[in-house]
């Protein structure tokens, strides 16, 4: 069955610091990836997406996410972090003809 | 932009207690989706529906009911609730589902406890 494994349960990081979220999934065929966002009592908010093409990808908010097919990844990025990033942050893959496949997520704690 | 709404955000209910989460999408959606979110579980698929009055199982139906007679809303149903339902429930929806790269837009979720 296809999965989606987000390594790291909770992060934290200084104000300012850069950050990176890995995300690595399953499953031989190219998905489609997203990125979603989930901030305290809320629903989960688009970040970004990648189809195909430029493998580098940017969303809202300044952040970015890089596919590297060969590492089966799709890493999230952000160079400076602001405290109103933190957050809960989702990995997500949908393959042709599946539905979407969910990481665990993981929690971003900023520090002043 | 897409705003999927559901009815309550929070809601408490006792065991037995028949639940009905209701979720409307003002943007003629195609796909519909109820997800539980529980810590360290993340999102798992309850029920989906790609047409009105269409339904179909997600990863954990058991409990669970779904009614779609409008295209915009798309309701779950507890039976009978149990505590072991007490969790964040999410509504999505898609635009189409031949385009495998229709994003998911979410709801703000409802917080159901059961007592």
């Known amino acids: 069955a296809q999965s989606v494994t987000q390594p790291d349960i909770h992060i934290t990081v200084s104000e300012g610091a850069s950050l990176e979220l890995r995300c690595n999934y399953s499953?031989?065929?190219?998905?489609?990836l997203f990125w979603y966002v989930q901030s305290p009592g809320q629903g989960l908010q688009l970040l970004l997406k990648y189809f195909s093409g430029d493998t580098l990808v940017q969303g809202i908010k300044g952040f970015e996410a890089e596919f590297k097919r060969s590492q089966s990844s799709f890493n999230l990025r952000k160079p400076s972090v602001h405290w109103s990033d933190a957050a809960e942050y989702f990995c997500?893959?949908?393959?042709?003809?599946?539905?979407?496949?969910f990481g665990p997520g993981t929690r971003l704690s900023v520090l002043p | 932009d897409v705003k999927v709404t559901q009815s309550s955000r929070y809601l408490v209910k006792r065991t037995g207690e028949k639940v009905f989460l209701e979720c409307v999408q003002d943007?003629?959606?195609?796909?519909m989706f109820w997800y539980r979110q529980d810590p360290g579980l993340g999102l798992r698929l309850i029920y989906f529906?790609?047409?009105?009055?269409?339904?179909e199982k997600g990863d954990i139906p058991e409990g669970y009911s779904v009614s779609r007679e409008k295209k915009e809303r798309f309701s779950l149903i507890l039976e009978s609730a149990s505590t072991n339902q007490t969790s964040m429930y999410l509504c999505a929806s898609s635009f189409d589902r031949t385009l495998y790269n229709s994003p998911l837009h979410f709801g703000n979720g409802t917080r159901l406890t059961v007592t």
């Open positions: 997500a893959v949908a393959w042709r003809g599946q539905n979407f496949v």
């Open positions: 529906s790609y047409d009105v009055k269409m339904k």
């Open positions: 499953y031989g065929a190219t998905p489609y």
């Open positions: 943007m003629d959606h195609e796909n």
